[in-house]
């Protein structure tokens, strides 16, 4: 994990924005163009907690894990109550803490890259992690997020996370994360407290994004396992690249044939 954030630390000095969304060779993001993919994000992340939620966001409180420079927690705080970010580089905090200053609603932690350790049992309503996971190169520090995201979720709370489910290696390198598994997760995760309500694929994505959303249930295991639970076609990355003028990778990726998808391991995939 200290190689990860040494990583995150270094291109986010070599370019503020632009390691998001990996753009292609000498292009800089548009910072309105910026904004507007995270509002697109979010309000993905909406539509999901709007169908499962049982408290209005302008209520609640949202915690988002890798919050990095704060794409999606500006347009998140817009919308809730208090928006917390977490995130293992030191140097996106600091972009973030710029990028959001106009937000009074926001509040950005350092973490260890596995830990919450700054954020107390059963105190937030929701928790969200997109275009992170994907990058963590060791699946352990992935199943420490998702257990500690059920440590500090109500009773009823929602985790929402998103990964591409492309990856090959169980040990990634460099920005490319650990493969994400149904069995992996079913492992990192037994004798948790927790629903499935959604896992989902866009049918559009030739990248092949996953998006999981878990509900925290004290007393009650999962009816379903990750490897049993039947997947949706649901929107994520659907239109919004598609008007962006800012020369991201996202839209050679998008291009380019679809990927086989790993997610299920000893379960056919298409």
């Excluded at 992996?184 to 030739?206: N, R």
């Amino acid at each position: 994990m200290e190689e990860l954030r040494k990583l995150w630390n270094s291109l986010n000095k070599e370019g503020e924005f632009n390691y998001i969304s990996h753009l292609q060779a000498g292009a800089e993001w548009d910072r309105a163009e910026f904004h507007l993919t995270g509002i697109r994000f979010v309000d993905r992340m909406i539509e999901r907690i709007a169908d499962y939620g049982e408290v209005k966001p302008n209520q609640a409180s949202v915690l988002e894990i890798g919050c990095g420079v704060g794409r999606f927690l500006k347009p998140l705080a817009c919308r809730f109550r208090l928006a917390c970010g977490v995130d293992i580089s030191e140097e996106m905090l600091k972009s973030a803490m710029e990028y959001c200053s106009c937000m009074p609603n926001i509040v950005l932690q350092h973490s260890d890259g596995k830990i919450l350790s700054q954020v107390e049992d059963e105190s937030f309503e929701y928790c969200v992690s997109a275009g992170v996971f994907q990058h963590i190169t060791d699946f352990d520090a992935i199943a420490s997020y998702a257990r500690e995201a059920l440590r500090v979720l109500k009773p009823g709370g929602l985790f929402l996370f998103q990964f591409e489910g492309n990856r090959t290696e169980d040990v990634g390198k460099g920005q490319v994360g650990a493969r994400i598994t149904a069995e992996k997760l079913d492992a990192a995760l037994e004798g948790a407290e927790f629903e499935i309500c959604e896992i989902s694929q866009d049918p559009t994505d030739a990248v092949r994004n996953i998006v999981i959303v878990i509900r925290k249930t004290p007393g009650s295991l999962p009816a379903q396992s990750f490897l049993s639970y039947p997947m949706s076609e649901r929107g994520w990355m659907e239109g919004v690249y598609d008007d962006i003028k800012t020369k991201a990778e996202m839209h050679e990726r998008q291009a380019a044939p679809r990927l086989k998808m790993t997610f299920y391991e000893g379960k056919a995939a298409s």
